[in-house]
């Protein structure tokens, strides 16, 4: 079974630039997950979907980020204008149901450098 | 506000002998507790879940223990391997059901030969 894919692995960009960030998640999950780790920091949950819909953006800076999930299966994650703060791995998860007794499954995330 | 909070941001221990992981939280509602253990340009992998309604659950050599009373959980290592070195994560989730997992800061474990 193929897990979970992101691409970029790696982006840096300067500060007030854009970036888009690309998820593929397990053949068949429901619900996807994109999480922010800061370095020294544990990953942080930016939005949820299930299907093609939100259940959970509320820790989301909507001012300068944004995500979809056309067709309940491909995620991008977008921030414009990026900020130094940004600077984080970017960590799509899916799993095969909206509940945390499922597990999981993460891909390697994409490492952000803005300078 | 952290909510789960992993205090020892590294632990280095002999192979063979036990390796203790601990973790703390500040909000009584969390009643379901995971541990995730990351590789190096990798993302977390899930090792070991416990409910609220139980105090202990194995698998293999991974034993988690969860105080409920005194907000803790620990994670146990029994024997330790050179192929444990990660670093370990500490979630909870605030009731049986809900989505969001709310991840600790992590214990850098090495085994050393």
């Known amino acids: 079974e193929a897990g979970v894919a992101q691409s970029p692995r790696y982006k840096i960009i300067e500060k007030r630039q854009s970036v888009a960030f690309w998820c593929n998640p397990i053949?068949?999950?429901?619900?996807l997950y994109w999480y922010q780790q800061i370095l020294g920091q544990g990953p942080k949950l930016l939005i949820q979907?299930?299907?093609?819909?939100?259940?959970?953006d509320s820790q989301l800076p909507k001012d300068r980020f944004s995500a979809e999930r056309l067709k309940g299966v491909d995620s991008t994650l977008k921030i414009q204008p990026a900020k130094l703060e940004d600077s984080a791995v970017y960590l799509c998860?899916?799993?095969?149901?909206?509940?945390?007794?499922?597990?999981?499954?993460f891909g390697p995330g994409t490492r952000l450098t803005v300078t | 506000d952290q909510q789960v909070k992993q205090n020892s941001p590294s632990l280095s221990v002999q192979e063979g002998r036990i390796s203790i992981l601990n973790c703390d939280y500040t909000?009584?509602?969390?009643?379901?507790f995971l541990w995730y253990k990351k590789y190096p340009a990798e993302g977390p992998t899930f090792l070991i879940s416990?409910?609220?309604?139980?105090d202990k659950n194995e698998d293999g050599r991974f034993t988690v223990f969860l105080n409920k009373s005194a907000k803790h959980l620990s994670l146990h290592i029994v024997p330790s391997q050179p192929g444990d070195s990660a670093v370990y994560f500490c979630?909870?989730?605030?009731?049986?059901?809900?989505?969001?997992?709310?991840f600790g800061t992590g214990t850098r474990l090495t085994v050393i030969p």
């Open positions: 979907f299930q299907n093609n819909g939100v259940v959970d």
């Open positions: 979630a909870a989730s605030r009731r049986a059901g809900a989505n969001n997992l709310f």
């Open positions: 909000n009584s509602m969390f009643d379901y």
């Open positions: 416990i409910s609220s309604i139980k």
């Open positions: 053949s068949g999950h429901a619900t």
């Open positions: 998860a899916s799993s095969s149901r909206d509940s945390a007794l499922y597990e999981q499954y």
